[in-house]
């Protein structure tokens, strides 16, 4: 029996990777004008890491992470998130010391062992962005600005930003109390999910997507009305500078997080086109309490992860996918010929131009029929009286045009071509 790959993870094969590397390659050119650097920690991290911050009673950690122990002991994991990784090494390299705000970026798969799903995978792939040590507003609005730019050159279109804040620690447990108390009346009305999270966690209540909750759910209190004056300024200069930018946005109140290291900022950015449930493409907020709890001073922290398979839905069909073309092929006659070719072939990469061979040493005809399938933009047939010559003739294929060119010329007509006609 054939093996496979392992359920839940996922083949890229090399017409996908083309989009990917576009999705990456946009977001280090986009992140990079915004002084955004990139930051690399391990997959592997210790399991405690993931304990404290998203917390040793949650599903993630309960249920979700791949944990094992090593040989020294350890309890081990596969990485479920980025944040607290990025946030342990700015701590564990004492980045915090030096008085700057420090803007990073990560790349990278996540690994979380849930109910596989159309569009969910166990090693899921996420663009992060993290600024530590300021929680300016306008930082804020520039990192949803950026993440914009970001999703506009990449050609996503359809997106909603939802934006709330879930206030802190003054305020935030006034509102938790009341909403408690506007679930309890209303026990039988809600899903066994929500009825257990009234009493364990009523925030994520307001997450709950399923139907039945939805009326429920409108009519509890906003956490709006319960904001201390701290938190109102900050969501009113967040939005001001929004408005600055011009980005327009929805604040949704019931937008929360269930996890008490987010204080204020929460966004999301959905899109219709993902469906009713699992529609964010991003989701980001305020963690100023995330590096007390990794064992550091009080910190600031504000970010978002953006889930890179969601984004390749909504993607798949704008973007051209297609292989790279060469730009000669070289066929041969002999094998006399095709160790020609072989130099040839290397003196040409030397310059920057993309050459190929097919090394089954068939017919003159099978050699063509592969260099219209790969799509090459320039044939030469190479054989003897060509080697005795040291003139190789150049056809475009695509007007059958030809030119017979010293060796040394090859190269620099092929790219001068390229140039004027693309
Ligand atoms: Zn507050
Ligand atoms: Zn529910």
Redesign the pocket.
């Known amino acids: 029996m054939k093996i496979k790959s392992v359920r839940g993870t996922h083949d890229l094969l090399p017409e996908s990777v083309a989009l990917w590397q576009k999705i990456e390659a946009e977001a280090r050119g986009v992140f990079q004008l915004y002084g955004y650097e990139e930051v690399r920690t391990p997959i592997l991290e210790r399991s405690e890491l993931f304990a404290r911050s998203i917390g040793a009673e949650s599903d993630i950690v309960q249920k979700e992470m791949y944990t094992f122990s090593d040989s020294k002991g350890n309890t081990i994991c596969l990485r479920p998130e980025g944040t607290a990784p990025v946030v342990r090494a700015y701590l564990e390299h004492g980045l915090d010391h030096d008085g700057l705000i420090h803007k990073l970026y990560y790349i990278g798969p996540m690994f979380r062992h849930e109910r596989p799903q159309k569009g969910r995978y166990r090693q899921f792939h996420q663009v992060g962005v993290e600024v530590l040590g300021s929680d300016h507003p306008a930082l804020e609005a520039e990192v949803i600005e950026m993440l914009e730019r970001f999703l506009h050159k990449l050609g996503v279109k359809g997106l909603r930003l939802l934006l709330n804040s879930v206030g802190c620690a003054k305020c935030r447990p006034a509102y938790v109390k009341v909403l408690q108390e506007e679930l309890n009346k209303r026990q039988d009305e809600?899903?066994?999910?929500?009825?257990r999270?009234s009493t364990t966690n009523p925030l994520r209540?307001l997450d709950?997507?399923?139907p039945?909750?939805q009326p429920?759910?409108d009519e509890l209190p906003s956490i709006l009305d319960y904001l201390c004056d701290n938190c109102r300024q900050h969501l009113e200069k967040l939005r001001s500078y929004l408005d600055l930018q011009e980005i327009s946005y929805e604040v949704t109140p019931r937008l929360v997080r269930g996890l008490d290291y987010y204080v204020g900022t929460t966004f999301e950015m959905v899109s219709s086109e993902l469906g009713p449930t699992q529609n964010a493409v991003v989701g980001g907020g305020r963690y100023d309490g995330l590096s007390e709890l990794l064992g550091g001073p009080p910190g600031k922290g504000f970010g978002f992860a953006l889930g890179i398979e969601r984004l390749v839905v909504l993607l798949e069909d704008t973007l051209d996918s297609r292989r790279p073309r060469p730009d000669v092929f070289l066929a041969y006659l002999d094998e006399g010929a095709l160790k020609e070719s072989f130099g040839l072939a290397q003196e040409l990469r030397h310059q920057g131009v993309f050459a190929y061979i097919d090394f089954q040493e068939r017919s003159l005809k099978a050699q063509m029929r592969l260099a219209n399938r790969l799509g090459s933009r320039f044939t030469c047939i190479i054989g003897e009286d060509e080697i005795q010559s040291g003139q190789f003739p150049l056809k475009r294929m695509e007007d059958g045009h030809q030119v017979t060119l010293d060796r040394e010329a090859i190269a620099s007509y092929v790219i001068e071509d390229g140039v004027t006609t693309s």
Do not use: G, Y
Not at 190 to 195: E, N, R, T, W
């Open positions: 809600l899903c066994p999910q929500c009825q999270r209540v709950c997507k399923v039945a909750c429920v759910i």
